[in-house]
């Protein structure tokens, strides 16, 4: 559902509100809750300041803990050091074609993370022009499985980046990739609408059906770090937390 400025302004929904980690409720949550609907405003406010309270590396635990898995894409990493959370959508292409990369821009949702495998890391297929599309379009992060460029502008710019690597040279615009498809990424099968969360220190991927389990679990583990910081600052070791000592 697209949400219109004069729908905002009638309801007087402040999509920015951020509440406390303690004050934050998960009940009912699901994936959708992602993005606000125009009936979803408590959870949708809920959920996002929670993400926005919690790491890559919380979820993972919380997904191991689960599922015995890590969620881990270990070969892509932050190139500007920005957080972003979503649901996925997918392209698959050649290092020669970044076309098919923009193509996914027009057909993505508000609110989703692109997230493209490319077959080669001969050229980029992500840069400066691109990342200004994507943000103007209201897309959250993109995440290159291979390499983008102009660091120099990324850098600097709101919007989140990750890839394998980055190179000066680019294709053409052939359009000659796969959108919306399922990918295969070190073993790890990701299908079009799973959760991605990425942040400084990496990248998780949790699939759709486990999103609920693992957001409840993270919430867990974030209340029991808290209270272990808590416990470090009033004079205890980290030996004695934990039962070593």
Do not use: H
């Not at 959108?179 to 991927?205: A, C, Q, R, Y």
């Amino acid at each position: 559902m697209s949400i219109k400025p004069k729908d905002l302004l009638s309801n007087k929904k402040d999509l920015d509100k951020k509440i406390s980690i303690e004050e934050i409720s998960l009940d009912n949550i699901s994936i959708d809750d992602l993005t606000y609907n125009g009936d979803n405003y408590k959870k949708f406010i809920n959920l996002n300041s929670f993400l926005d309270n919690v790491s890559a590396c919380q979820i993972s635990d919380a997904f191991n803990e689960i599922a015995q898995r890590s969620g881990v894409l270990y070969n892509l990493k932050p190139i500007n050091n920005l957080k972003a959370w979503g649901k996925i959508f997918t392209s698959k292409t050649n290092s020669d074609d970044w076309g098919t990369i923009t193509i996914s821009i027009d057909e993505a949702d508000e609110g989703d993370v692109l997230l493209v495998e490319t077959r080669d890391m001969d050229a980029a297929i992500w840069g400066e022009l691109a990342s200004t599309s994507a943000k103007n379009k209201g897309i959250k992060a993109t995440l290159v499985y291979g390499c983008v460029r102009d660091l120099d502008a990324l850098l600097t710019m709101d919007y989140p980046i990750f890839a394998c690597g980055f190179r000066p040279n680019a294709g053409n615009a052939l359009g000659l990739g796969e959108i919306n498809v399922d990918l295969e990424l070190e073993s790890m099968k990701i299908s079009p609408g799973d959760f991605l969360f990425g942040d400084e220190t990496g990248v998780v991927i949790i699939p759709q059906e486990f999103f609920k389990r693992v957001m409840l679990k993270t919430y867990e583990i974030k209340i029991k770090e808290k209270n272990i910081a808590r416990m470090l600052n009033s004079g205890k070791s980290l030996a004695q937390i934990v039962g070593l000592r």
